[in-house]
T-cell receptor
């Protein structure tokens, strides 16, 4: 069974551009979580989608947005990129529902975003 | 705000010895705790979890201890191996909190 897949592996953008990151969850999982991991730091919660709806978002500006598609895959969009957006962006999937945060999250390998 | 933190950013252990990674949490409402392992170039991987109605849970070579009185969590790895070298994160969730909060991580270095 395939795990969580993320694309692209690496993404290089310049300041002010937009970035789109993609995530495919494990089959049967309806919850998708996005995290930002800056170099040497922990995981900062960005967004949680479940059953196509945004359930929660972290303390990030509105230029960080996303969506979840009917097949439960997800996109993270970052507009007006800033240098400090350079980080590893991790996607995780879990069995869904309101108790999703009590379910084990399975992570992809991440997308390394570099903003020049 | 509420946070999950770690006492030691880096831990060096001799191969074959036991490792203990500690984590302090500040949200007294937290009732679910997870340990993840992140190897270089990979996403975090689930190791073991524990709910607040338990004090101890054992897995294969790993044991998680939960002390709710002092809000402390630890991960014990028996007979540490080179493959255990990674960054370890503790994470917590509280009932009603719509997210899982991760600590900053502890890097475990295994000395051959």
């Amino acid at each position: 069974e395939a795990g969580v897949t993320q694309s692209p592996t690496h993404l290089i953008k310049t300041r002010g551009q937009q970035a789109t990151l993609r995530c495919s969850p494990i089959s049967g999982h309806t919850s998708v979580y996005w995290y930002q991991q800056a170099l040497g730091l922990g995981l900062q919660f960005l967004l949680w989608y479940d059953e196509g709806e945004e359930r929660n978002r972290g303390n990030f500006p509105p230029r960080f947005s996303g969506r979840q598609f009917p097949n439960y895959s997800s996109e993270l969009n970052v507009n007006a990129l800033e240098l400090e957006d350079s980080a590893l962006y991790l996607c995780a999937s879990a069995r869904g529902g309101r108790a999703s945060t009590k379910n084990i999250q399975y992570f992809g390998a991440g997308t390394r975003l570099s903003v020049l | 705000g509420e946070s999950v933190g770690l006492h030691l950013p880096t831990l060096s252990v001799q191969e074959g010895d036991n490792s203990i990674i500690n984590c302090a949490y500040s949200n007294s409402a937290s009732d679910y705790f997870i340990w993840y392992k992140q190897e270089s170039g990979k996403g975090p991987q689930f190791i073991i979890d524990i709910r607040s109605n338990m004090d101890k849970r054992q897995g294969q070579r790993v044991t998680v201890l939960l002390n709710k009185t002092v809000k402390h969590l630890s991960l014990q790895i028996a007979a540490t191996q080179p493959g255990d070298s990674a960054v370890y994160f503790c994470a917590e969730n509280a009932e009603g909190y719509q997210k899982v909060t991760f600590g900053t991580g502890t890097k475990l270095q295994v000395i051959p």
